[in-house]
């Protein structure tokens, strides 16, 4: 079983670090070198930054930006494609965290159960 922890460095680093930085001029982002997060707080920062440059990125884009795939990056798909895969990435590893966070709450009784 994976971590929170894991699942947010996940989408921090590989679903949206690396797009933000081949497509809209962020940093590179490199994930051996990467400087992950040691709390929550942190975590939750970086998700915010990594999200709101991503977004950002995605707005400025033009219809023929869309269209075509990007000019820099490894990815030969057209953006479009790009931001679509990226959303299901983050849909998907977003509802794995929300049931990470639920099984974390109900182990051992922590939580009292309803009827």
Not at 10 to 35: E, K, M, N, P
Not at 68 to 89: S, Y
Not at 94 to 104: N, P
Request: proline share 4%; aromatic share 8%.
């Amino acid at each position: 079983m994976t971590t929170i922890a894991w699942r947010l460095a996940h989408i921090i680093v590989s679903c949206l670090g690396y797009r933000v930085g081949w497509h809209f001029g962020g940093q590179d982002v490199d994930s051996q070198t990467f400087a992950y997060a040691g709390t929550a707080d942190e975590a939750l920062k970086q998700l915010d930054q990594m999200y709101g440059d991503g977004t950002r990125g995605v707005r400025e884009l033009s219809d023929a930006d869309l269209e075509n795939p990007p000019a820099v990056g490894p990815e030969r798909f057209p953006m479009e494609g790009i931001v679509l895969h990226v959303n299901r990435e983050l849909i998907h590893h977003g509802a794995e965290i929300s049931l990470l966070r639920d099984l974390y709450r109900w182990q051992d009784g922590a939580v009292p159960r309803r009827i």
